[in-house]
């Protein structure tokens, strides 16, 4: 079977299952799915040009998600009063001296020629400085900031812009970011680099879960502004009245729908977009070149390809559409938590959607993508289902059987587990290989 | 007498904290080490082996509590480990034989296994929540403190007290037992040398007739007992949770990467290193100023260097930090 009846195959698929859902379930939960989907595919594709097309482990999937969560906050909510007064410029002033510091000692580093051992002593000796100047000038304000209403905000708050906006400044955060880890690990090794930037996302929530005047750390930040309008105005509005007496539907259905449509509309013309430049870039003498550095980096680069730099860029491009991508699925929360940030859900979830789809298809990525965030959040009914339809004969008051019930919710983790071991061993190029050219 | 004072307090909250948190990294270090060096991948799964370990522990715990069988004041955790153990170096070897032995024979680059452990990691996190369920578990049972902070003032008439929990004694005391029989093993013994003739030079061990399918065989075996005892240890000091292990398994690969991956020693130095780097830097040195500077001295606040939310984060500071200046780690282990 060749890739194009595969991917038409599949994709028809995928649309009668979530059709199926929505006949029989109901649409609300077809198309809760389906955004989700929708986002899950451009994360993938995110990861899918970094893995697929260069090579590039990146286990950061979490970080760079975070991050573009975080300007949802930094655009879109209103700043609080005061805060910027009382202490918003200092903290901005010590972390420009930390940065600075950091800045310094590399470039001391550098250019300077000494012992290794007194560079490395003085380097870290600097930023040491830098530290605590920074912690002298930040303490007493990051206290004040935290101290106004702590229980309503407590945090600086954002500029107040539309929440759309957020979504590219949530990729160019992720970009600013992965080009200083790109920078700190590109060099290393497969393995390293998965190990090193599953840490360094690790750094980052913890972060965005501590410094509470940035983003209120656990305490959460609620009642994000939306793109689309709220149920309650399309309620009282002429033409979804109509609509619910043609349909015969009740009206909060059909407004939650409506609302769930219009995400989805928005949330299809990222993925549309960035799957068409990606495309373009695949097809392009760009994307050749990607490939022939993953396949062999000693002779690309003897024909003259700097890897590191190529490295540094597709690791930028990939973390950029992480971060949108993350800034999407916070706004489609309505609210920022950064405990929900978990590697499992997103780093490695994320990853088995890539292999299960085929690694280096981008048409791949995002059916693995839908099918397994469809298994993700249908394997909960589908394991209780199961479990009760093999203990159906042992009586309901057994110890066994209950206990099984009571923790079926958790086949979930073995069915993700087993599709992944399924697909390595038996199909390791996923269900749309990649394109041989 | 300021001093005696200082350095209990010391003792206390750093010296033996640091001491068995470092012996539990070190342990699941080695784990992963051994894994490394021998079968050429990072074992993101070892985290969940550990997991197993404790829960096959648990299982076996309660069962011997229903008997009534005990150790009076020890835990009952004791007697159940070397079945524990075997549980677990059976269900190693189980994944072996199914998953991983498949991706040997081809060959398969360390990125490939390391994605194929990703998903044993979530085959045997599935597993063992539906075992044991995502509940807390506290197993532990008999005496808590070997020394109590209150004998220790009364005994000695100091200020500050030092106490020592049965679980932290029972962790330092086994991993050095563990640790010994181990390095005894790999450089005594005929089967160990064999082991580490194939770790340096897999086509060498090959030509000179070393069994691979033995050395594989045995390196599960040690792999499974290290894991098993490394998380019924974890599991009993902060008492069992299925999620944690997750978490774990980064503060491990630091320990194994900044000291050497590949390295035994290493793992064990890395361990060390990591627990008391969270400690020292975590740690509110207001008190220990207190009693070793003249009053006038000292200063106000709590002297952190960094809040204790950022205590686990530490771990993987560290760990870019050694990515940075010496890939290698601090003994010369192998570069992936």
Redesign the interface.
Known sequence: MNNRSRIQILYFLMAIILFAVGIFQSWNVALTIFNLCLISSIMTLGINVQWGNAGIVNFGVMGFAALGGLANIIISMPPTSNAWETGGSFIVIGLMIFVLSIIFSVFMFKRVNFNKRIKYLISFLIIFVGYFIMRLMVDSSIEQIEAIEPAKTGYLGGFNLPVIISWPVGGLLAAFAAFIIGKISLGLRSDYLAIATLGISEIIIYILKNEDWLSRGVKNVNGLPRPVPYEIELQSTEWVLETANILKIPLPEVSSIIVKLSYSVLFLLVLLVILYLLQIAVKSPWGRMMRAIRDNEVSANAMGKDIKKRHLQVFIIGSAIVGIAGAMLTTLDGQFTPVSYQPLRYTFLIWIMVIVGGSGNNFGSIIGAFLIWFFWIQSEPLGLWLLSFITSHISDTNLIKSHLLENAAHIRLMFMGIILLVTLRFAPKGLIPEVKR | MDFLNGITLISNYMLIPGLTYGSQLALGALGITIVYSVLR??NFAHGEFMSFGAMSSILLCWLFQSLEINLNSLPTAIIVLPFAIIITIFYCILVDKI?FK?YRRQNS????N???S??????????I???I??GDKNFFDGERFILKAKTFKNFTGLSEGLALKTTQGITIVLSIILVVLLFWFLNKTKTGKSMRAYSDNKELALLSGINPEKVVLITWIITGTLACVAGTLYGLDKSYKPFTY?HLV?PI??AA?VGGVGNPIGAIIGGFVIAFSELILTFAYKKIFFYFLPNYLVPDGLLQIL?T??K??I???I??LV???R?TGIYKGK??
């Open positions: 991948f990072s998953i498949f680059k360390s990125v490939i390391l994605i194929v990703i998903g044993v990691m979530f085959f045997t996190g599935g597993l929540r539906f075992i369920g995502p997750l980064l690969f630091s990467i809040s939310d950022y686990i984060a771990s993987f500071i760990l870019v990515l940075l200046i890939p570069i992936i």
